[in-house]
């Protein structure tokens, strides 16, 4: 007999949960009153754990207290793929919610029969079902007669927004105090029993091959347990951190290696990228339905340069073996995509390895959390079955983890004799952003392209539009133009390493598109707010551009030396809206003095860990647009340490106002990068209110300043 496909109109499963149907994968009772819930997607300093944990003491009807979350494994948690592009409450909030709200129901159904009551009279308070006549049970009493090894169905329905008690408020996070008082949460801060320590040698110059090695100075250092060499994969593993150290600086001593591979001009990205081999894809078209002739025509280029992903803390893993098995402790964002290349690399089944998760000090982006972990399976693999706790240095992390692409934005615009819009061309040149595990039939790990049998390089591609696109991303204007046409030109070559850095290409885009909007509107003579709401039919985005204006009285007074600079994007263009106005002071360099904002994420679980995520977004944009620029000659990466690598100072963090425009009706969007295409394209427009100088190439120092008034002199 033939099964009918459900109607269009059939419920379906959350994308999380339909992957992952399981309901025992997503949360258990205990008799003890506790609730366990262990969602795929991992903290990584966004407080996902505490508004998870919200989403669930809501629909369960349960103080906030019993709920225990645990940390994603490959063993235990739902593959939630990686946690990335500010998905976490879209995804996993979505698919813990429909579990519980049937998980809730199966409960009151067991606690009816029970109790001889219709289901509709009974109440849950804090895991306690209760109805007419002082009838009760609880969720604890009833856990051992149910079984949640069963799939989820699409019928569940979960609370209105009116109905939740949680979402919406602001609780405190439930990562903090373990963090506040020192408890070892972070990887870095963890030991295992009879745990060693390993370091990995890596050459200075890029992708140079170790001719030669001599070990003997390396096996003298006391506490030496091995030194590893395959291919130009090397290293050494000691009973103690200082006997590490000891011995890689004796290993790199002893080492000779070849020329490797000339690195690009720095100071010509933008002639760089234009020259290399590239994939060309149209991104987007419109046409006019009825085509006017431009009179005139801008063409402006803006540029970022690579960017590093500059974690305060360096990489670090931990890993054991048992026989053919494997067990990986990481910071990871994706446990289930590492395991997946790891049994690429090793030549192992899936079933055996387990990866675990660990929180380590924020990256967002795809850093270098997964090649430290296959250096500590490498290296564990020559201990007898003892863990191996391998911890990148500054100079591993400033040079060899993945950095974010580097962009070259062309936009070109036609105008009618009034100076309005009337064709626009969007042309990107970058490589990939996106290189992370699991994702393809080789290896993305650094140390599996170095051995002796080596997978090939890895060259970064981009996610596709329907994902949020990836050099592309934010690319496709939300602004109502007549027509144009968006392309993005991917580079084949890939001489310094490139993946996901928080925002991808939206960055770059945003800067772009919000800086040359300005620029059309100044020679208008227009102001820009105006400029934008004008070409904006989205009330959401007018919403968000008009809030942020009303809260700084826009325009502020001209004062001598500051600038005011509006900048606005919907994240992804399907994400959160964001709208920012910077107030900068230009003197011998640029200081960003306030930053305000009004964002828009639909249903914000916890408001004050959106506003959390706003705040921070906005605060590393600043950083980028000021200061940050991953640095090279033609040999090697040299900005390997903060004084070659400067970030955003304590001393010199803006002031940041954030406005939350509250819709509790509809669905949550992410928030964490949001703020960073905003805050670049504010920020360089209130550079030119100050001091009437476009910066189109990032950062803005001095030197860009200086160079940008001798182009317009």
């Not at 499963?13 to 992952?20: D, G, M, T």
């Not at 159904?109 to 029970?114: I, N």
Request: hydrophobic share 40%; aromatic share 6%; charged share 25%.
């Amino acid at each position: 007999m033939n099964q009918q496909a459900p109607s269009p109109s059939s419920p379906k499963l959350p994308v999380s949960l339909a992957a992952n149907p399981k309901l025992s994968s997503w949360l258990k009772f205990s008799a003890t009153g506790q609730v366990t819930v262990s969602p795929g997607k991992v903290e990584i300093g966004q407080g996902i754990v505490t508004a998870l944990a919200q989403i669930a003491a809501d629909e369960l009807d349960i103080d906030l207290s019993r709920v225990r979350m645990v940390r994603a494994s490959t063993a235990t948690s739902p593959n939630e793929g990686v946690t990335s592009g500010s998905l976490s409450i879209q995804q996993s909030g979505r698919a813990l919610r429909h579990a519980c709200a049937e998980v809730r129901q199966i409960f009151l159904q067991l606690a009816s029969e029970r109790l001889g009551v219709e289901v509709d009279a009974l109440g849950v308070e804090d895991g306690t079902i209760s109805g007419p006549g002082n009838v009760r049970t609880s969720y604890w009493e009833l856990a051992d007669a149910i079984s949640l090894d069963r799939d989820a169905t699409p019928g569940a329905t979960p609370k209105a927004a009116t109905q939740r008690a949680l979402a919406g408020h602001s609780v405190q996070r439930i990562d903090i105090p373990d963090k506040v008082f020192a408890r070892p949460r972070f990887i870095h801060d963890q030991s295992l029993a009879g745990m060693l320590h390993g370091r990995v040698l890596r050459p200075e110059h890029a992708r140079a091959n170790l001719l030669e090695l001599k070990e003997d100075s390396a096996r003298a250092i006391a506490g030496l347990v091995a030194v590893v060499r395959d291919g130009n994969f090397a290293g050494v593993v000691c009973e103690t951190e200082h006997g590490a150290e000891k011995a890689l600086l004796a290993l790199r001593k002893s080492a000779t290696w070849s020329d490797g591979e000339p690195l690009p001009d720095e100071n010509d990205l933008a002639s760089f990228l234009k020259a290399q081999p590239s994939e060309s894809t149209v991104i987007d078209q419109r046409t006019a339905a009825a085509p006017a002739a431009g009179t005139q025509t801008i063409r402006r280029q803006y540029t970022r340069p690579y960017l590093a992903h500059a974690s305060i803390a360096p990489s670090c893993a931990m890993a054991q073996w048992n026989g053919d098995r494997v067990h990986v402790w990481t910071h990871s964002q994706g446990v289930y995509l590492l395991r997946a290349d790891l049994a690429l690399v090793l030549k192992l089944p899936v079933e055996n390895i387990t990866v675990e998760h660990m929180e380590g000090a924020g990256c967002y982006g795809h850093n270098a959390a997964d090649d430290v972990a296959l250096d500590a399976v490498l290296l564990a693999r020559a201990t007898g079955g003892r863990p191996v706790r391998v911890l990148w240095s500054r100079d591993d992390e400033m040079s060899d983890a993945p950095f974010g692409a580097a962009m070259a934005i062309e936009i070109e615009a036609d105008l009618d004799a009034e100076g309005d819009i009337v064709d626009w061309r969007h042309s990107i040149w970058s490589n990939g952003h996106a290189a992370r595990p699991g994702r393809a039939a080789q290896p993305a790990l650094l140390a599996a392209f170095e051995l002796a049998t080596p997978f090939p390089r890895m060259v970064s591609t981009n996610p596709p539009q329907a994902n949020g696109g990836g050099a592309d991303r934010n690319a496709i204007p939300l602004y109502d133009f007549p027509s144009w046409l968006i392309e993005s030109h991917r580079l084949k070559t890939m001489p310094i390493r490139t993946s996901a850095l928080r925002t991808l290409g939206a960055q770059g885009n945003v800067f772009a598109i919000e800086s040359f909007l300005d620029e059309i509107a100044t020679g208008r003579d227009e102001d820009p707010i105006a400029f934008r709401l004008r070409h904006l039919r989205d009330e959401r985005a007018r919403d968000v551009i008009r809030a942020v204006a009303v809260r700084v009285k826009w325009k502020p007074s001209r004062q001598p030396g500051i600038g005011h600079g509006i900048g606005f994007a919907r994240y992804k263009n399907t994400g959160a809206y964001c709208a920012v106005i910077a107030e900068i002071e230009g003197a011998e360099d640029i200081r960003v003095r306030k930053l305000t904002l009004a964002a828009d994420v639909g249903e914000a679980i916890n408001p004050d860990g959106v506003i959390n995520q706003i705040e921070g977004g906005a605060i590393q944009a600043t950083s980028w647009v000021l200061k940050e620029r991953v640095r090279f000659d033609r040999q090697r990466i040299t900005s390997t340490s903060w004084t070659d690598y400067p970030i955003l100072r304590f001393s010199e963090v803006p002031e940041v106002d954030v406005e939350l425009i509250q819709r509790a009706e509809m669905d949550p969007l992410g928030a964490g990068e949001a703020a960073h295409g905003p805050v670049t394209a504010a920020i360089a427009n209130a550079v030119f209110d100050a001091l009437g100088v476009r910066v189109r190439h990032l950062p803005i120092t001095r030197d860009s300043l200086i160079a940008a008034m001798e182009a317009t002199s």
